[in-house]
């Protein structure tokens, strides 16, 4: 075929009538919200209309951010059974490729990128990417992530969230893969924006310390709690809100119970952007106690929102925020040293103010979408053109 079209090229005399869009589908397990699956939105609303057709199709679930992404003109395919799993979910994918006629498959998520990476192979899709979004721990003994890691060698590329991911990739895992790319996940720093907070904030006590993310392992809840309980039997006044659902809920009510802060702790549960953003805006410090963390981008999220932070020295968020300027970094588990940083913003609000600016400049400059959407374009482009396919809009 590469011959065919190097003589149609020369016999037309005119390169420019070849070129064409990027026909891109980004494949993920399911729509609903998080961390991932807000990046697509945000990357529907923000690709290149001249250079890409984009696609979404997601593997399970109800789909509750497709409408968001069908409003910015992208089609959306649910290869679910009426939001259960597919057990032919693979040749669902196969179809779909062909009948769009698809030239770069990217993959998110563990599930998605098992079986879309089969799936994209068996098609001999021109291209085909991964984003890796988890870091790995010994603590995951899951057969599907041994797969995730077993399929790791198929994508012409496989893009990490940050340089702490590739390092772990290559060096912990010693993952065989074909090249390895850092593309940090970006923000929306026109939607997290300070100037849209919300005016209901009053300048009165008690602060409100926030935090977000799904109630597992991963996230040390259990010393977000600890941390809590230390400022408020230290005679700190303060409010501590918790974004997010998931299997350790009930354990930790019982805990800040236990530790005679369930009036000062609350559970927020699952929420939408917009009201993820307007507690953003009442919020006075993010706080983020992550055992291990790839990224992070409710930590760029927060510092887009001038907030200033106190997160874990692990993973991306090492390469987010710079220690004492745009918040601080603590040593995941170190509850005296999390509330002393905690307890410094409290006491010197004006120190507080200026980090939260430098934070959102930092997102600005290093972590917007755009940038993230760029980085992702440009990455297309140069694989197809390193396969031969010359063909497409620059």
């Not at 899951?142 to 772990?168: G, Q």
């Not at 799904?214 to 039997?233: A, E, N, P």
């Not at 019982?254 to 559970?267: L, P, T």
């Not at 927060?302 to 692990?314: D, T, Y």
């Amino acid at each position: 075929m590469r011959p065919l079209r190097n003589f149609l090229k020369k016999q037309i005399g005119d390169s420019e009538t070849m070129e064409r869009k990027i026909n891109v589908l980004h494949l993920i397990n399911e729509l609903e919200y998080g961390g991932a699956e807000v990046l697509l939105l945000d990357f529907a609303r923000h690709f290149n209309r001249e250079k890409l057709n984009l696609f979404v199709a997601f593997l399970d679930g109800e789909g509750t951010l497709r409408g968001a992404i069908e409003s910015q003109g992208v089609r959306v395919f649910d290869l679910s059974l009426k939001g259960r799993k597919n057990p032919l979910v693979f040749f669902s994918i196969l179809r779909l490729i062909k009948k769009l006629d698809i030239d770069v498959v990217n993959t998110h998520l563990v599930m998605a990128s098992v079986i879309g990476s089969a799936a994209a192979k068996a098609s001999k899709v021109k291209v085909l990417v991964t984003t890796r979004h988890y870091d790995y721990n010994k603590e995951i003994k899951s057969l599907r992530f041994k797969l995730d890691r077993l399929m790791a060698k198929y994508p012409d590329c496989l893009v990490v969230v940050s340089r702490e991911t590739k390092r772990i990739v290559k060096q912990e895992e010693k993952l065989k893969v074909k090249q390895i790319q850092v593309i940090y996940n970006g923000t929306d720093v026109d939607y997290f924006n300070p100037l849209k907070k919300s005016q209901s904030k009053l300048d009165t006590s008690p602060k409100i310390i926030g935090s977000i993310g799904r109630l597992t392992t991963q996230k040390g809840y259990d010393k977000f709690i600890k941390i809590i309980s230390k400022l408020v039997h230290n005679g700190a006044r303060i409010n501590a809100e918790i974004i997010g659902v998931g299997e350790d809920y009930q354990r930790l009510v019982e805990q800040s119970k236990a530790m005679g802060v369930s009036e000062n702790v609350h559970f927020c549960g699952r929420l939408s952007r917009e009201r993820v953003k307007e507690k953003l805006s009442l919020w006075d410090i993010f706080m983020l106690t992550s055992n291990w963390e790839a990224f992070g981008i409710v930590t760029t999220e927060a510092m887009a929102m001038e907030l200033p932070v106190v997160v874990s020295k692990v993973g991306g968020l090492t390469e987010i925020v710079r220690d004492g300027i745009d918040g601080f970094l603590v040593e995941s588990g170190d509850i005296d040293g999390f509330a002393e940083k905690v307890s410094y913003l409290l006491e010197n609000p004006e120190s507080a103010m200026e980090m939260g600016r430098n934070a959102r400049q930092r997102v600005i400059e290093n972590f917007s979408i755009q940038k993230m959407v760029n980085s992702y374009q440009r990455l297309y482009i140069k694989l197809l053109e390193s396969k031969g396919y010359q063909e497409f809009v620059h």
